[in-house]
């Protein structure tokens, strides 16, 4: 699993993102949630309108969850170093 340094980001429902550009990873760490969820195959430009959308969640919502299938990263490990994945599900 690649691994990207995560940002905070504002956002009612996103603590932090982060992206890995060579493996086109996005990382997101939801409030509240346990884990960091690690979305499968996001062009950069997803990434750009991400950074720049004036809600996050519901660019998530809207442009990620619905086209990316995720892994869940367990919480208790040390996932930026290695990765464990926990749980997939396909999209759509």
């Known amino acids: ?3 990207a340094l995560l940002r905070s980001v504002q956002s ?3 603590e932090a993102i982060g992206y890995d550009r060579p493996g086109r990873w996005l990382f997101i760490r939801y409030r509240g949630s346990e884990g960091v969820y690690a979305y499968e195959d996001v062009e950069p430009q997803e990434w750009r309108a991400l950074l720049e959308a004036p809600s996050k969640g519901r660019f998530v919502n809207a442009a990620i969850k619905p086209r990316h299938r995720y892994v869940r990263l ?3 490990r040390p996932w930026h170093r290695r990765g464990h994945a926990t749980e997939r599900r396909a999209s759509g």
């Open 74 to 76: 367990a919480k208790d």
């Open 1 to 3: 699993m690649p691994r």
């Open 12 to 14: 009612s429902a996103i």
